[in-house]
């Protein structure tokens, strides 16, 4: 099993390459930097890759284009923490490109390397779900999730013809860097998790809005 796993350099990026690995899988993780840990887990690491920056993927990613990828796992990510009193346009600007844009542009450009029953992963947060939406804030991270969600259901939609499935997993709130270690669980249990509803994913239950403990989330 080929797998391929954006900012695998650290929390639930890095967790979910160790536990891959673990499974047996031949692990492919991109980052802009790597570490010690990531350095030390014997998996394929490809540096220098900023899903923000569109003109470089063709080519940081070309690597993988001659790998036949049984799961790509769209997990990059970026929080900010605006309020409606103290925001910055390009903050936000750079969550929409990180978190949104990020992922479709790496799953365009491995499209063609992607297995005929393979499976996309998108790890959101429920922080997109306009339903779910009661204490306000967060306007750049709110916002980006809320659309890698909307891309999410597109692509779902586009790729299963293709028996491609993809799916839109919410990882909990997880013991990470991003939240200075607050959570509710740590990143290992995390990962266990998403696997596990990776296992489930289909073409027929794609599209979905899931959180890891297996829920169905409200848009």
Partial sequence: MNVVITGGNRGIGLALTKQYKARGAKVYATCRNSC??????????????????????????????????????????????????????????????????????????????????????????????????????????????????????????????KGIAVGIFHPGFVQTEMVNGAGDIDADTCAERLSQRIDELNVSNAGRFIHSNGDDLPW
Avoid: C
């Fill in 36 to 161: 010690d840990e990531l350095n030390s887990a014997g998996v394929t690491i490809i540096k220098g890759v900023d899903v923000s920056q569109p003109e470089m993927l063709a080519e940081k990613l070309a690597s993988l284009m001659d790998v036949n990828i049984d799961l790509l796992i769209n997990n990059a990510g970026v929080l900010g923490r605006e309020s409606i009193d103290d925001w910055d346009p390009n903050t936000i600007d750079y969550q929409f490109r990180v978190n949104a844009l990020g992922p479709l542009l790496v799953t365009q450009t491995l499209l063609p390397a992607m297995a005929k029953d393979g499976k996309i992963a998108m790890i959101t947060s429920r922080m997109g779900s306009m339903t779910d939406n009661g204490s306000g804030g967060y306007y750049g991270y709110r916002m980006s999730k809320a659309a890698l969600n909307a891309a999410g259901v597109s692509m779902a939609n586009d790729l299963k013809p």
